[in-house]
Nanobody
Framework: QLQASGGGLVQAGGSLRLSCAAS????????MGWFRQAPGKEREFVAGISWNGGSTYYADSVKGRFTISRDNAKNTVYLPMNSLKPEDTAVYYC?????????????????WGQGTLVTVSS
């Protein structure tokens, strides 16, 4: 129901734009989040957005470089990523929260996309 796309291989300093498209149901009334998981590490919060886009929140590691947004008419959430670093390399997942708000805890999300791989070379 959530399809993440836009990952790929990019050099350090480059940019990518991730998208998360929902199908089968609307997630316009729910907070949405992006998470990432690097090899051998736990899944971590990257960015979140409230149901109407009025509030956003970022992990310190991506603040100022990543921007989360959503288009509820298209049932899609976006994550443009700039100034990418090798430490940003991970599988990125989008997820829909249980309510309208932003959450950093993976346990607050009921629906997950399949993930898209981002590889940043040095």
């Amino acid at each position: 129901q959530l399809q993440a796309s836009g990952g790929g291989l990019v050099q350090a300093g480059g940019s990518l734009r991730l998208s998360c498209a929902a199908s089968g149901r609307s997630f316009s009334g729910y907070g949405m989040g992006w998470f990432r998981q690097a090899p051998g590490k736990e899944r971590e919060f990257v960015a979140g957005i409230s149901w109407n886009g009025g509030s956003t929140y970022y992990a310190d590691s991506v603040k100022g470089r990543f921007t989360i947004s959503r288009d509820n008419a298209k049932n899609t959430v976006y994550l443009p990523m700039n100034s990418l670093k090798p430490e940003d390399t991970a599988v990125y997942y989008c997820a829909a929260a249980r309510d309208r708000y932003i959450h950093r805890d993976t346990g607050e999300y009921d629906y997950w996309g399949q993930g898209t791989l981002v590889t940043v070379s040095s």
